[in-house]
């Protein structure tokens, strides 16, 4: 996002929206081609991930909700691994200037900076003929070694998630009408499912707690399932899930139970931007309290276990569910 002498299209477009954003002095006002992250001693974290109109975003979805979107999957990411913020680089990609959307993008953006003290480094805008596009590289910090990665999962240790599961995937269903729309008559129901599909809410208050209880953890984006299976094959674990322990909330619950949906569309659907982490039993309590006075709910679900086998889910009469499908796949 650099801006030079004389000012072009790109230039005042920067100088508008963005230099508000760019608070950390290293991003040099955006006025330069590269920004300068100041090092404290910690390691530096590095998480990218793009939202493309169309797969991760609805052509009519709020401008604002698409940069908040944007910005909170990758603060997902470093919350996972135990990092605080530390700022980041943006890319956009339009079809042309629209100031009505810029607009509401750019104070979103802004006011999630502030939220959560991650300031805007830099970036790029350019001109796409094709869909919309949003891509963050965002940087966290940790104290030296201490990044949570996903290997780190040990046979007898409790496999837990924070918030709840499916909601999203249920949003989104919403959205594009359809049974799920008609059956969640309830109007505030609704609301709050499209809200956890369009802002996720990522478990930044939880990066220390990470850090300091668990073995390994890694955001939930794709599907709890697919992303359990993906943590227990790099950790060369495998794993038994109680599927009744799976924490649901009250609007997904009642449309199981009516069987408009599935458990395995939930647990399979994406975007719910949890934490799922492993915690050996003795610190499971002290990690339960924790993440209370941080106001996140947590809930067990099983138990990781020896073998290389896809993890299991158990059903409430102790039978053993196959999946259809464990997550979500661009390809």
Not at 155 to 164: C, D, M, Q, S
Not at 238 to 265: H, K, N, Q, W, Y
Request: hydrophobic fraction near 45%; glycine fraction near 10%; include cysteine.
């Amino acid at each position: 996002m650099a801006s030079g002498k004389p000012a072009s299209g790109e230039d005042s477009l920067i100088a508008r929206y963005f230099r508000p954003l760019a608070t950390d002095p290293g991003a040099l006002r955006l006025d330069d081609d590269a920004a300068a992250l100041q090092p404290d001693g910690n390691d530096i974290v590095v998480t990218t991930d793009a939202i493309v109109e169309g797969v991760h975003f609805l052509t009519d979805d709020p401008p604002d909700t698409v940069a908040r979107k944007a910005l909170r999957v990758n603060l997902s990411d470093l919350a996972a691994k135990g990092a605080t913020p530390a700022g980041f680089v943006l890319t956009l990609a339009l079809r042309y200037v629209d100031e009505t959307w810029l607009k509401p993008f750019a104070a979103a953006l802004g006011e999630d900076t502030t939220q959560f003290n991650c300031p805007l480094l830099g970036g790029d805008t350019v001109s796409t003929p094709g869909p919309l596009m949003v891509s963050v590289t965002a940087f966290g910090r940790v104290p030296p070694g201490k990044m949570v990665r996903r290997s780190g999962a040990k046979a007898g240790e409790r496999v837990i998630v924070t918030g709840t599961i499916g909601d999203a995937a249920l949003g989104l269903a919403v959205l594009k009408g359809g049974k799920v729309h008609a059956a969640a008559s309830d109007i505030a129901a609704r609301a709050a499912l499209v809200g956890r599909y369009r802002v996720p809410q990522p478990r930044v208050a939880m990066a220390e707690i990470v850090r300091n209880h668990a073995s390994a953890a890694m955001d939930v984006s794709d599907g709890l399932a697919g992303d359990l299976t993906k943590l227990c094959g790099v950790s060369g674990v495998s794993a038994v899930i109680d599927l009744p322990s799976i924490p649901l909330s009250d609007a997904a619950r009642d449309l199981v139970a009516r069987g408009v949906v599935g458990l395995e569309t939930l647990i399979a659907g994406g975007d719910d931007y949890e934490i799922l982490c492993t915690l050996p039993e003795d610190r499971v309590e002290a990690f339960v309290q924790a993440a209370q006075n941080a106001g996140v709910v947590v809930s067990s679900i099983g138990t990781v276990i020896e073998g290389s086998a896809v993890p299991k889910f158990i059903d409430g009469e102790g039978r053993e569910i196959a999946l259809e499908r464990l997550s979500y796949s661009h390809f």
